[in-house]
């Protein structure tokens, strides 16, 4: 499915509605018509195609990034201080935080790849009107999704960023590996 508004979907899908209503009024079978307009992917990438993709920039990336960590650390944070209460406040100090920051991390992590894999953005880049899409301007799959944010597992994640300010589509490392890119929504 192509990562556009509902009503330019539909425009789309009333285009090629009336291309295959005109062959058929030229005497062509409907599967016939059908399969003169090539694969389904081969269709979707020429629609795609049509439609700009305009790389998003540094600020709001980075703006949407802080958004969805703070969505990550509230419930983290929850379930710290449920453990926190349950072992009757024997914890110290820095074993709540750094408890709290692994929690985050994982919650993060989880939030980016499931958003991005099943919805094309996470609540932060929605807010600031971002989404991910392949190269070719297409959906994610949930294993490029998953891809795209191993980075920050392995806490390499500042050096993946630095690719974005030297390559044309504002890309990280993990974005050009795993062909994909963000872009404002359509």
């Known amino acids: 499915m192509l990562p556009l508004p509902r009503s330019e979907r539909l425009s789309i899908q009333n285009d090629i509605t009336a291309a295959i209503m005109s062959q058929v009024d030229d005497g062509i079978a409907v599967p016939d018509a059908i399969d003169r307009m090539g694969t389904a992917r081969e ?32 419930p ?32 993060l992590f989880l939030l980016s790849v499931m958003s991005e894999g099943f919805g094309n953005a996470t609540p932060g880049k929605k807010v600031f009107g971002l989404q991910v899409v392949t190269v070719q301007g297409l959906r994610v799959s949930l294993l490029q999704a998953t891809g795209r944010h191993l980075p920050f597992l392995f806490l390499i994640a500042p050096l993946d960023a630095l690719f974005m300010y030297f390559t044309a589509h504002r890309q990280r490392l993990a974005e050009l590996m795993t062909q994909t890119r963000v872009v404002h929504r359509a």
């Open 43 to 74: 269709l979707a990438l020429t629609l795609a195609g049509a439609h700009s993709l305009v790389a998003a920039r540094h600020p709001n990336r980075i703006a949407a990034k802080l958004l969805d960590t703070i969505f990550a650390s509230v």
């Open 76 to 107: 983290a944070g929850v379930l710290v201080w449920m453990v926190w209460l349950a072992v009757e406040r024997e914890l110290p100090g820095p074993s709540v935080a750094i408890l709290w920051c692994l929690l985050t991390g994982c919650a």
